[in-house]
């Protein structure tokens, strides 16, 4: 992702409404909700709840498609993706494995890991965590 595309994703994201509207839709999944209900759920009137949803679109983190006369809204899961990598491409001196993220975006479940099995995989990886 360039820059400038995560600086358009965060500043969307840098405003009560609409994180709230993103953080709602992550909730629903991928069948996502009408603009109505939104609208209802949010207690935002529809044309300021458009505007909102427009803005998260175009940033893409948010996809929209026509069921006969309703708008609905989901999260778009790979533009979200895609900003989560470019965040943390570069966690850990380049080592993202050693956070519980994979190189290439994503996280990983291995909080499982003692303290000492952390500290083989920052070793492997050429890292330090005692020290950076």
Known sequence: ???KKA???LSALAQEHRLAVFRLLVREGPN???????AERMAVPPPTLSHHLAHLERAGLLRSWRVERRIFY????EGTR???TFLTEDCCQGHPEICGYRSGGGC???HH???SEVRDVAQRAGVDPQHG
């Open 7 to 9: 600086v358009e994703a």
């Open 74 to 77: 989901a999260v778009d899961v």
């Open 32 to 38: 996502g909700l009408p603009a109505g209900a939104i």
């Open 108 to 110: 990983r479940d291995d």
């Open 1 to 3: 992702m360039e820059t």
């Open 113 to 115: 890991l003692s303290q």
């Open 82 to 84: 895609r900003l989560l």
